[in-house]
């Protein structure tokens, strides 16, 4: 591929094709895993752009410059989980600095800015970011972050990017915003004006449930300059199998995302309808409140969907455990099915704070298995959770 070709490729080909030239050596048509930890110089400093792998390694530059290129930006950075992707970001701030999140952000994104960092003299806000008022309230001289998450994690709201970007921008406020649940497939955060992207790559990227991984995708050289050397500078890189195994997986990522999304809009439809389910929360229900944000900024709503489960608690839980193609597990994203109840599990850390979550909510990872075996499963565990 010759210069900036590829930019005018389509999602799945480029996918498939950006930074994964055949091997230069060999004509591999897969990116080998380079697993050398050092690369050998003709003089000091004259080598072929490889020196130490924590650096930089070719494998993770292949992963680094495809998912970049899906993400629509100049830089792409790899990290050894989502969330020392996310402490990469968040370390850029200094004591007295000041964050907003969301009041439904991810449990380990509130932990981060709250016990980690907030021991370092960092300090946050807890908003509802779809409502722009609140958000520029909740802006102060100090602040210096505001992260969305859009579907939220675990209540799918939806937030207008571009607004919030506005209201930061007005300020001086960078953008980061997690694009987890959406994915490059379904949503770019930087053409709607986020200053970043960050990725759990263990998730929909990977879609195999076999590898933990981050990411960060900016367009500014002067976070990437940051984030580059931070990455060095710390050290928390994917090894390059990972990076190999999210290279593999990202291929497939618009095939799986197509059926992850009808998948999930079918059951959404189903528990809609059904007497044990209180509420459905899934942005592609026209009653969903964020339905035609999500509309207008994502091309498809995505693979999660979450539900109060009209008996409570006890009945939520009693769900979770019945049913026998979804799995009580927690994370999400991947081609096999997911039940959790978010209280106890993925959110736990959120408890006792303005993040909390409703006892009675189930949160689902809708898989690419054959949507009428999913229906069915959940039948039969509201059938018996009642
Ligand atoms: N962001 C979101 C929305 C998540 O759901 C998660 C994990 O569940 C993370 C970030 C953290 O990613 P990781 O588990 O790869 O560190």
């Not at 390059?240 to 999930?264: E, I, Q, S, W």
Request: aromatic share 6%.
């Amino acid at each position: 591929m010759s210069g900036d070709e590829w930019q005018n490729w389509g999602f799945d080909t480029r996918a498939i094709h950006v930074g994964q030239e055949p091997d230069e050596a060999t004509g591999a048509i897969t990116v080998p895993i380079h697993l050398a930890t050092t690369f050998v110089q003709a003089a000091p400093g004259r080598h072929r752009g490889f020196e130490y792998a924590r650096t930089s390694n070719p494998t993770r530059v292949a992963l680094e410059r495809c998912v970049a290129g899906l993400e629509g930006a100049r830089h792409g950075l790899a990290f050894a989980s989502g969330m020392a992707a996310e402490d990469a970001l968040v370390g850029m701030m200094h004591p007295g600095d000041h964050v907003v999140l969301g009041t439904d952000a991810y449990g380990g994104t509130f932990r981060l800015i709250h016990q980690v960092y907030g021991e370092r003299g960092i300090e946050w806000s807890a908003v509802d970011l779809a409502d722009p008022d609140a958000l520029a309230g909740a802006i102060r001289p100090e602040t210096r972050q505001v992260w969305v998450e859009t579907p939220t994690n675990p209540m799918l709201a939806v937030v207008d990017i571009a607004a919030v970007a506005d209201i930061a921008h007005a300020s001086g406020v960078d953008v980061v915003v997690d694009n987890t649940f959406a994915t490059p497939y379904l949503q770019n955060p930087l053409a709607l004006g986020a200053d970043a992207v960050v990725h759990s790559s263990t998730k929909y990227l990977g879609g195999h449930s076999d590898v933990v991984g981050g990411f960060v995708a900016v367009n500014r050289d002067d976070l990437a300059e940051r984030l580059a050397f931070v990455q060095n500078a710390v050290g928390a890189v994917p090894s390059p199998f990972d990076c190999y195994l999210l290279l593999r997986g990202v291929k497939t990522l618009g095939v799986r995302m197509d059926r992850h999304c009808d998948n999930a809009q079918a059951v959404a439809e189903f528990l809609a309808g059904h007497r044990a389910v209180e509420r459905v929360l899934y942005p592609g229900l026209a009653d969903h409140p964020g339905h035609s944000v999500a509309a207008a900024q994502m091309r498809g709503f995505g693979g999660m969907v979450s539900f109060v489960h009209a008996g409570g608690e006890p009945a939520a839980v009693a769900a979770a455990c019945a049913t026998r193609v979804f799995r009580l597990a927690e994370s999400l994203g991947a081609v096999e099915s997911l039940i959790e109840q978010p209280s106890t599990m993925t959110h736990l850390s959120v408890a006792d704070s303005p993040l909390a979550v409703d006892p009675g909510l189930v949160r689902l990872s809708v898989g690419i298995e054959s949507v009428d075996d999913l229906l069915a499963d959940l039948d039969q565990a509201l059938a018996r959770s009642q």
